[in-house]
């Protein structure tokens, strides 16, 4: 009996053994195909840097030889981009980093500060070889850097990843956004002439990737839906002009990266698969498509209600939230009210004025009422992103002295002086257990509540783009322009076409030197993101606002300064304000023309009229809830001014 | 041979026990929970530096974790309470598993329970608070 077991365990042992070495080499093509892409990419990166150590000096000739070796490099790297960003994002911008500016919002804005950190990588390097005087120690730094952070990939955790199915299809959801938003608009490719050839490599590089996953994970492989798709989306491509300019950006998202964005996340369903990583953070895995507002999470617009589902709870809040929003009670002078600036007839912005009135109602504020329709798409809130909620952007509304000028102990009794607000907020607060007693954030949180429904609408190129819709030829034109030649695109991603890139958890700030007024007579001399977080690259940067809805949100730009479409449009065109002879130094838009044709620019504004979304407002209160306290019944539906 | 039926009957009692210990089906409302929390006042262990802590941060911490228990009750304890001799204890946790933000995305089961939408910072701060400052119930989790 004893021999009998211990030969059982012993061929147990055995077997699992066999077993155990069988399933670590089950993923080995795909393995393989990472670390044997990785290799020839590290090679590569150190005999560019023999090349620069031979040379003694940095001549234009072997300044042209360098380049050539770096452009070789970057299409080594186009395949390994697939995994780089999704495993490593940090890692990924040393090795091909973006400008100095997008540096200090490398953060997690929930949860982290911002902080200051250098660039590195080809693209700093590339731009660097067009300065003169070039410095070979900083030259070889920029790309040390990117060799330093090559060895990240090398590491066990990495090679654990590619080992699990769920991360594949992650990476792959982060790589089709990225083809929707950033590989075809020169955003980490300075060279305009490399975009559409290394778009090409790219997609070949993947399509390898691709096959190696399929033979690696059988039970969980990419559908022959998938790849059909993928083969032809290459074809399009393939047939398409290398010149940057003529490519069509339209046909490509519509009719290729957008169907397989959607069949990626069926798989992702499919196969059950769930994200421990951040670059997952706010994406929703149910959205079928890019030009959906389901795709990532936004704010939440519910503030302390936020768990409540209960309909006919979220109808009282809402119907709170809207007299809230007319009601002047939440000024320090019961006169002034959301709507004083926020006119919901005018998009929720004001578009008479450059920028709204001050409290005192003498002067101007300093900057513009932006809209507050898909306000809950932004990650950081102000147009120096002051605020990481809505709610306490409303809170700082309606306590700062230029504004609202309240205090939230004064401005919450007022409230509650009034029974049916009392009796309504009474009501909800079984909703809100941690709370004792009726708080000001049960107040804004209805405001923001309220507000917030207005922004769930979508527009005709919504429509378009998920085919339920055609648009006219013009229309596509603008958006071809808009992904190329104006490079817009390369600020406003998709879908809310703002300055909040793919995976969709940080807003991006630009200096574009916008004028004190239209003569451009100085630089506006509001500091922006540098009031917030003090770095040279941060002066006078903003955070990249929506261009949804823009039609109808004039006036323009921080400070309100351009009244019409056409003049932002002349105002990129012409360089920004570098280009109109201001001296912005850490200018983050090419101060050189964009060369765009009267007819060019008239198809741009075409395109951002089709992003007009189909909003149905509401029309204000008929009256405002009595309070106990007489003075407070005078005050008007919406304030006086 | 005996001795092999020892074994088995071995495992087979340490299952029985285990099994005892088990999940709670509790799933509470968010009035419920509001009502579990009042009927149960906690006391909480301090942190490290509470004695460098004034009276208003002591009171501020002790409304977190009193904040945190009625967020745990109403969106935690149906999954991570334990049923033991009939009543519900809350087990106690290590602090790598009460690691910040990190809790949202590194279970499964947390994906749609934890997201932002349902649980805000300052929320998930006050059960991260409650959780590692409550007294402990000597189940762990």
Known sequence: ?641 | MKKYVLVFFSIISIILINCKVKKSKINLSIVESNKVANANPTIYDMPEDSLTMTDDKKKEFKESCDRGIIIYNTICASCHNKLIDGKQVVPDFSLPQLMDYEIRIQYPSHEDRLKENNLTIQELDDVVNYLRYKKKSGVHF
Not at chain 1, 530 to 553: D, M, Q, S, V
């Open chain 1, 1 to 641: 009996m004893k021999k009998r077991l211990v030969s059982l365990s012993l061929s147990l042992l055995v077997f699992s053994i066999i077993f155990s070495f069988t399933k670590t080499n089950e993923h080995q093509t795909y393995v393989l195909n990472f670390k044997n892409k990785l290799a020839l990419f590290e090679q590569n990166e150190h005999e560019l840097i023999d090349l620069i150590n031979q040379q003694n000096q940095l001549t234009n000739s072997n300044i042209k030889i360098i380049k050539d070796k770096i452009l070789l490099i970057r299409k080594n790297f186009k395949g390994l981009d697939f995994w780089f960003r999704y495993l490593a994002p940090l890692a990924q911008k040393k090795i091909n980093g973006p400008l100095p500016v997008e540096w200090e919002t490398e953060v997690f804005e929930k949860y982290e500060k911002p902080y200051k950190r250098e660039g590195a990588g080809f693209t700093l390097a590339l731009q660097y070889l067009e300065e003169e005087n070039i410095d070979k120690t900083h030259l070889l730094d920029l790309l040390n850097q990117s060799i330093e952070a090559t060895q990240i990939y090398k590491q066990d955790s990495i090679t654990k990843e590619l080992n699990s199915f769920p991360t594949f299809y992650l990476s792959n959801r982060l790589y089709l956004l990225n083809l929707a938003c950033i590989y075809t608009t020169g955003f980490d490719c300075p060279d305009k002439s490399s975009i559409i050839p290394e778009l090409k490599i790219m997609l070949a590089d993947v399509n390898e990737i691709y096959t190696s996953f399929n033979q690696s994970f059988p039970n969980n492989s990419l559908s022959n839906l998938y790849l059909n798709t993928y083969n032809d989306c290459i074809q399009f491509v393939n047939n398409q002009p290398n010149n940057f300019e003529q490519f069509d950006h339209f046909t490509f998202i519509r009719d290729h990266i957008n169907p397989l964005f959607k069949i990626n996340q069926e798989h992702i369903i499919k196969n059950k698969v769930y994200s421990k990583s951040l670059m997952d953070y706010s994406l929703n895995k149910n959205a079928n498509s890019i030009f959906s507002k389901q795709l990532y999470n936004g704010q939440n617009t519910k503030g302390i209600y936020l768990r409540v589902i209960d309909e006919n709870a979220l109808t009282e809040i809402n119907k709170l939230g809207k007299l809230l929003f007319y009601d002047p009670i939440l000024s320090g002078n019961n006169e002034r009210s959301c709507a004083s600036c926020h006119k919901p007839t005018q998009f929720f912005t004001d578009t008479t004025i450059s920028t709204a009135i001050q409290f005192n109602n003498q002067n101007a504020l300093e900057r513009n009422t932006p809209t507050l329709i898909n306000a809950p798409y932004n990650h950081l809130i102000m147009a120096d992103g002051k605020h990481i909620d809505l709610q306490l952007q409303t809170k700082g509304v309606i306590t700062s002295n230029l504004e609202m000028n309240a205090n939230q102990d004064s401005v919450l009794s007022k409230i509650l002086s009034c029974k049916e607000y009392d009796e309504t907020l009474q009501k909800l607060l079984k909703y809100t257990p941690t709370e004792k007693t009726v708080k000001f954030d049960h107040i804004i949180s209805a405001i923001t509540y309220y507000y917030s429904q207005f922004s769930n609408y979508d527009a005709p190129f919504d429509a378009a783009m998920n085919k339920q819709t055609d648009i006219g030829e013009k229309v596509k034109n603008g958006y071809n322009l808009f992904m190329g030649k104006a490079a817009c695109a390369t600020c406003h991603f998709a879908p809310q076409f703002n300055g909040v890139k793919p995976p969709y958890i940080g807003s991006e700030f630009e200096v574009i030197g916008v004028p004190e007024n239209n003569a451009y007579t100085s630089i506006s001399n509001d500091l922006g993101r540098y009031l917030i977080n003090p770095a040279k690259e941060t002066k006078n940067a903003f955070r990249t606002g929506t261009i949804r809805n823009a039609a109808f949100t004039k006036p323009y730009m921080h400070n309100g300064v351009f009244s019409t479409l056409e003049q932002v449009i002349d105002f990129y065109n012409t360089g920004g304000g570098n280009g109109n002879g201001l001296h912005v130094n850490n200018q983050t838009l090419p101060s050189d023309s964009l060369l765009l044709t009267e007819n060019e620019k008239e198809n741009l504004i075409l395109f951002i009229n089709s992003l007009t979304e189909k909003v149905i407002f509401e029309p204000a209160p008929k009256k405002l809830p009595k309070s106990n306290l007489k003075y407070l019944n005078k005050r008007k539906i919406g304030g006086s001014y």
